[in-house]
Structure formats: C-alpha cells, structure tokens
C-alpha cells in the first residue's frame, strides 16, 4: 500500500529553521511530484510547495517563497522541505502528499507533522 | 491567483439526508484540475473527487461531483455517520495550487 510518512517537526525559535522529510514506499517515488500542504491550529488546508519527479521544477507559494526550499532524493525515496526564517504564523501541521498528474490531484496523504514556531 | 469560495461555511443535517456543498471559483478552471478532498478530525486528507466528476478509488457512490466554468458541486445523497467532516474543494492552475476554505458538515 503506497505511503507517506513526515517527520522532523518540533518546536523551533522564531527566526530559526527546521527540515522535514517525508519516506515514500510501495510506488515508484521519482515518477510522481510530490508536495507539501500546511494546516494551522483550527484553520483549512494551505498549498505551500510542489516539485516534479525529477526534482528538476518546483514551486512555492508566495507565503513561503524565499524562506522555504522543496527538495527530494529519488534514490532514497525521500522529500524534503528545508524551512528558515520561521514565523509564528508557520505554525502548523505539515502533510506530505503525493501528486498524481493522471488525476491531477493529491491522492496520497501523510499523517503530518507538527511545527510549533514559539519563543 | 485563482480564488475559491466554499458555501455555506456549515451545513447542519441529519443522517439520511442529502447533503450539497458549493466550490465557486474567482475565474474559469478546467474541470480537469477540480478536486474534493474529506478531512476528520485529526486526520489527514482524504481525496474523494478528482476532475470534478471522478470517484477516487474506494470511495462510496453516495459521493458525486459535478460542474464547470467556475461552479462546482459535492453532492452527498444519503448521509451515513462517517461523512460527517469537512470538505475542501482544490485546483491547480497557472503553476499554483489553491485550497477552499472548506464546508463542514455536522450533525443537526
């Protein structure tokens, strides 16, 4: 069965940084773009960087651009989000997700990881 | 940047009843790139629609999607106790990803 797994979250000073990595199993990871989605405390589903299976475009969203790099090791089946500059307003539970280009949708989800950004 | 629009916020309905939720869009999408997505509490994601009209593997008939343009419907025909979650429509388009800002769906 395919799976997504976060981790790397935790508490983190504001101003600091975090990375977070994602393990895929059970499909073919470096033929799939991936993506990462955030959820704050009691809020909705926020889009925050994407990249292709070749790792060669990714994407981000304004709320993050600069601060926040998407990476991914096809060889160790493995996604990275390489976080900085952490606000408060970061704070969040962070999903792993894949993408499906047939569908165009996320159709694999992880179980997320919570990033509390707090002095 | 394409904005979507979830209504009503909360729709407050009984088990058995039907269930109909709104995704409007601040500018034509392809029907293709519209999808729905179910969320429990403390859980992730579950994707339910895909092209506007598609049932994601597993997922019950009871669940439809339907629309165009900028009108998208998530029609639930008879609600059983485990729909009741909340609901984000989703597209992608123009190298950008966006969320609704969901419908939840509780118990009257």
């Known amino acids: 069965e395919v799976q997504v797994v976060e981790s790397g979250g935790g508490l983190v000073q504001p101003g600091g940084s975090l990375r977070l990595s994602c393990a895929a199993s059970e499909f073919t990871f470096s033929h799939y773009s991936m993506g990462w989605v955030r959820q704050a405390p009691g809020k909705g589903l926020e889009w925050i960087s994407y990249?292709?299976?070749?790792?060669?475009?990714?994407l981000h969203a304004d709320s993050v651009k600069g601060r926040f790099i998407i990476s991914r090791d096809n060889a160790k089946n493995s996604l990275f989000l390489q976080m900085g500059s952490l606000r408060a307003e970061d704070t969040a539970v962070y999903y792993c997700?894949?993408?499906?280009?047939?569908?165009?949708?996320?159709?694999?989800w992880g179980l997320g990881t919570l990033v509390t950004v707090s002095s | 940047e394409i904005v979507l629009t979830q209504s009503p916020g909360t729709l407050s309905l009984s088990p058995g009843e039907r269930a109909t939720l709104s995704c409007r869009a601040s500018?034509?999408?392809?029907?293709?790139?519209l999808a729905w997505y179910q969320q429990k509490p403390g859980q992730a994601p579950r994707l339910l629609i895909y092209?506007?009209?598609s049932r994601a593997t597993g997922i019950p008939d009871r669940f439809s999607g339907s629309g165009s343009g900028t009108g998208f419907t998530l029609s639930i025909s008879r609600l059983e106790p485990e729909d009741f979650a909340v609901y984000y429509c989703q597209q992608y388009g123009n190298s950008q990803f966006t969320f609704g800002p969901g419908t939840k769906v509780d118990i009257k």
């Open positions: 997700a894949r993408w499906d280009g047939g569908s165009q949708s996320f159709d694999y």
């Open positions: 500018q034509s999408i392809s029907s293709s790139q």
């Open positions: 092209g506007a009209s």
């Open positions: 990249i292709t299976g070749t790792g060669n475009n990714m």
